[in-house]
């Protein structure tokens, strides 16, 4: 009888004649893996999913920026904000524009997703032999910590541009570098040109990549001087300018695009919208302290000490290579220590960036601005275990493929499972609404209830009009609402407009000296509340003042005044006055100048703007042309009561007869 082969002799049999097998089934199951990994990542962490915080306003500005019909420097930088490069939508924009296709919510996501995805190429190009180990780690640190996720799959925020650019610089560096190294001058001159185009992007997209890239840059002239031997400092010197160059292009070129922007902002909106910069010193400490506290809501804080330690380690490695105290241990290990000091360090000086700035605190030490942090430590982390293990002759060809294929399981089994429907599911429905019900409208509420709507159906032309006192991110479309014979009004976090789910919304709203009076109930969408306005303003009656005034003041208590109108037998005066919410303001008497005015005539008391209130003359069968308005002589101000300030500047509207509101 023949015995039959034992596994370990098909291994040995496997291993001598086919030693590509093995390596490569790895490879394909990894890849399986990871596509879906990367597959489950956009179905559970697009905008619709509770995994991710509600689609709102911000992150609907960048559809406004991918849709946009029109291009200017306005559009360098997120609109409204000048720490967030544009680049990204300005590409986006141009796709739309080749195409004609329109930027939705969901194929952002897709552009995004992808991006994160490209991150995978250069960071495994660092360190090719353990490629799948650090990709299996970049996907891990993305996407596991639901603080982490929640802040980067978000489509307004600009850290998933950011990180994978950052990557492609750093990669960039290291192959001009190389090539410095080896006395290929063109080879390096095409990197290091290639390395500054995209340095520029990096510090577009946020000027917090420029200390990042002086570290990557740092790194690889570290690697040079070690892997390549002694050099004279004038050579050292003409080394460290060429890696520094790119980084220096790229922050002088992104400071020329901001001057730009804020140059042509303040001639076109009358303001810069520039960011103040200025740094919390006094509070560094405490500030430390709160993001540390923030950081260690997740699992990754704990790779920060390991990461640190580890790049110790690597800081001596480098030492004893540089000064020749050891035999050269070859490229893998030496990438393994550039790599674990430079991110060790990203995370770090992202760390020390968000804890001095000033906005972070400002904004309450949100977990978004220690992504990068708390990507960066884990990768380093992985790096440094990578010098330890190929110091010790841990690995071979096959061994790191193998617990790849190993970790990524565990990354599937422990993938977040979906967090449901969240806000967005609704939104869209109230914008599909808005865009059947009135295409081309315009749309006025607060930051939160305008932006969010109009963007989610681009191809209906909604036109967003943020109300007076809240922060305007598209100042152009003011003109809009002068323009307008009826306005969609948005009670969704519009509190001066009454409560989003209020009984009534107010019957008058004064907007940028336009009247918008109540024109029919209100509608309920998917728990948002919209109503429909008519613009008296565009539909107002001529009215002539004597004495020629453009408002009135309420404060000369000896005021008269004749409004002249033409012959009509009723007429409404919607009548508001423009004062801080705690004036007094006096009441106003609208009476007729004839004899026979009625005895009882309206009386108007002001509320606070935007709201406004009515006076209605009627006279049927006896036709008037004037109308007299005075103080009422209980009403006066007194010197104590009169805002020191400002008087009261009262306007009004005239509408030829009764206006009717719901």
Not at 240 to 266: D, I, K, N, Q
Request: hydrophobic share 50%.
């Amino acid at each position: 009888m023949v015995a039959a082969p034992s596994a370990r002799g098909i291994s040995i049999r496997l291993d001598r004649h086919w030693p590509w097998l093995l390596p490569a089934l790895a490879l394909w199951l990894w890849t399986s893996l990871a596509a879906v990994v990367l597959v489950l990542a956009w179905h559970r962490f697009g905008p619709w999913d509770a995994n991710v915080r509600p689609f709102d306003s911000d992150d609907a500005i960048i559809l406004l920026m991918a849709n946009a019909d029109r291009l200017s420097p306005f559009h360098l930088y997120y609109f409204g904000q000048d720490r967030y490069g544009g680049w990204p939508f300005l590409l986006a924009q141009l796709l739309h524009r080749l195409t004609g296709q329109w930027w939705s919510a969901e194929s952002m996501h897709i552009l995004l997703s992808a991006w994160r995805a490209l991150g995978l190429l250069p960071l495994v190009a660092l360190l090719p032999r353990f490629r799948l180990l650090l990709a299996t780690t970049y996907l891990a640190s993305l996407y596991l910590d639901p603080l982490v996720v929640a802040s980067l799959a978000r489509l307004g925020q600009p850290y998933s541009w950011q990180l994978v650019t950052l990557l492609i610089a750093w990669w960039l560096l290291r192959q001009g570098g190389t090539a410095l190294g080896r006395a290929r001058q063109r080879r390096a001159l095409g990197f290091l040109a290639a390395a500054a185009g995209v340095s520029l992007l990096a510090t577009w997209i946020s000027t917090v990549s420029v200390p990042l890239l002086v570290l990557a840059a740092g790194g690889e002239l570290a690697r040079a001087v070690v892997t390549v031997g002694e050099r004279t400092a004038r050579q050292l010197t003409r080394l460290a300018l060429a890696l520094l160059s790119p980084v220096v292009f790229g922050f002088a070129g992104e400071r020329v695009l901001h001057a730009w922007y804020t140059t042509t902002s303040l001639a076109t909106f009358g303001t810069d919208f520039t960011t103040p910069t200025t740094l919390d010193l006094d509070r560094l400490g405490s500030n430390a302290g709160t993001l540390w506290a923030v950081a260690q809501q997740t699992p990754w804080w704990v790779t920060a000490p390991l990461a640190s330690i580890l790049a110790g380690s690597a800081l001596v490695f480098l030492g004893q290579q540089a000064f020749a105290l050891r035999t050269p241990s070859g490229r893998p290990p030496m990438d393994a220590a550039i790599g674990c000091l430079v991110l060790t360090g990203w995370g770090w000086a992202a760390f020390a960036v968000s804890a001095a700035a000033t906005w972070v605190r400002l904004n309450r030490f949100d977990e978004r601005y220690i992504v990068l942090s708390l990507i960066a430590w884990p990768l380093a982390l992985t790096f440094g275990l990578v010098l330890l293990l190929d110091r010790q002759r841990f690995t071979t060809s096959l061994l790191p493929r193998l617990g790849a294929v190993g970790l990524l399981i565990l990354v599937l089994v422990a993938f977040p499972a979906p967090g449901g429907a969240n806000r967005y599911v609704g939104a869209l429905e109230a914008a599909q609404h808005l865009a059947h019900q009135a295409p081309g409208a315009v749309l006025l509420g607060g930051y939160w209830g305008t932006y969010v709507f109009t963007a989610l159906v681009p191809s209906a032309g909604l036109v967003p009009v943020v109300r007076q006192g809240e922060y305007d991110r598209t100042p152009w479309t003011r003109a809009a609402l002068t323009q307008a014979d009826r306005v969609l009004v948005s009670f969704w976090l519009t509190p001066p407009f009454g409560p989003p789910h209020g009984p009534q919304p107010p019957p008058v709203i004064v907007e940028q000296q336009q009247v918008l009076a109540l024109d029919g109930p209100p509608e309920a969408v998917a728990g948002y509340r919209f109503a429909s306005y008519r613009n008296l303003s565009r539909i107002s009656w001529p009215a002539r003042v004597l004495p020629a005034l453009d408002h009135l003041d309420l404060c000369d208590d000896e005021m008269d005044v004749t409004l002249l109108v033409a012959p009509t037998t009723a007429l409404t005066l919607v009548i508001w006055t423009e004062v801080p919410a705690f004036a007094r303001v006096p009441t106003l008497v609208v009476t007729l100048p004839e004899a026979s005015a009625p005895s009882s005539p309206p009386r108007v008391r002001f509320l606070s703007s935007p709201e406004a209130s009515l006076a209605t003359i009627e006279r049927p069968g006896q036709p008037f042309s004037a109308l007299r308005l005075t103080v009422h002589p209980g009403g006066r101000l007194t010197a104590t009561d009169r805002p020191t300030d400002l008087c009261p500047a009262t306007r009004f509207v005239a509408a030829r007869g009764t206006l009717q509101l719901p």
